[in-house]
């Protein structure tokens, strides 16, 4: 392969040196074609445009204030442990419990991007012709809510001017995926590579293109297709065989990769008529401390936030005492939790340690995390449970139920599944 022509140079190395897209052809030397001006493949021209803004106009977009979410304290913190170390998170409960109103907000709790970061996103978003005339460098994370009827190559890119997708779009800010469920399994399924590679990379008609797509994925679901399955005063209408491959669309590899899992209830009257609580300027200034922590502990190690290290690495960065090595070996026996599993709670641990200006991780931080992690417990609803002792076939449905396995808490066993209560 060798580079496109018009693909700039950089003072002392070639096209390659420059970060944020590699935009390269195969065969180039057979097909004779040269890339136009203006379209997708002038990334020269694309540097141009960049180049004539100022270097730090901000690009703020109006978000909402989390104070505006009453009685969602637990919400909020896991939002807030997400955002400081980058986790992916996902969201789950009925409608009307404030999951899209929070993800809406964690714009307005991330720091602004480095100056590097910045140049990558308005190179990608230069590229897309999603800049306006005389746009300025886009200092914020950027923010993107797809539609769960996009098709894959809105998603991942691709097309016939080989397009950036969606996860570029979100490179260094979030992609939110509300109704989850709802999106078809072949684009969630295509995920897992720039969730895994931080980027993507498009083929088409002998051309390789590869943006960068290190975003945030931050997801939200009900947890049955009907919606009211958990929810004090309503019915859940769906069967175990609807909730199973409603859920069975995120797909096990998905979930694996995903940090943070929230259960969220609607919050009650009395929480509604209270005085705002804490606002994102205050969240924001914990986060872009702890973030600040991260990148001095990993500023010669390539990596910049918690989420991103990898397995071998965590014993190294998260350690732990006797006590809290005694405490995640038990969470894991009687939660029967995976490595994979393991690791993903010491990462979370060691950002919540973060949090609280801590350089070990203590005890308290990995309960927490294990609380965040391993999402929640649940309870029967009590005088309205229609029945207390189930069929075998019942609780062997309930043992493997996605919902189940989402809550390493466990499904109580002695209660019928319409009549969950998460707590």
Known sequence: HRPLRGAAKQPGGGAGARPGIDRRRRFAHRSGQDTPRGAPGDVAGAERRCSAAPDAAPADVAVGDFADLRGQDRLKRALQIAAAGRHHALLFGPPGSGKTMAAR???????????????????????????????????????????????????????????????????????????????????????????????????????SVRYPAGFQLICAANPCPCGNLGRDAAVCLCSPADVHRYWRRLGGALLDRIDVRVPVSPPRSEDLQAPASEGSARIASRVAEAVERQRHRYRAMGWERNAELPAGAVEIHCPLDTAGRTALREAVDKLGLSARAYHSIARVARTIADLERSDGVTVDHLLEAVHTAATATATCAGSRCESHGLPEARLEWLRRNPLHRLTPGRLPLRCCSSWVRWT
């Open 105 to 207: 907000r964690m714009p307005g709790i991330l720091p602004p991007l480095s100056g590097r970061q910045a140049l990558e996103v308005t190179r990608v978003h230069s590229v897309a012709g999603t800049l306006g005339a005389g746009a300025s460098l886009i200092a914020r994370p950027p923010f993107r809510m797809p539609h769960h009827s996009a098709s894959l190559e809105g998603l991942i890119g691709g097309g016939r001017m080989q397009r950036p997708g969606e996860v570029s779009l979100a490179h260094g800010g979030v992609l939110f995926l509300d109704e989850t469920p709802e999106f078809r399994t072949a684009l969630l399924q295509a995920l897992r590579e720039p969730l895994e590679s931080r980027e993507v990379t498009v083929v088409r008609a002998g051309y």
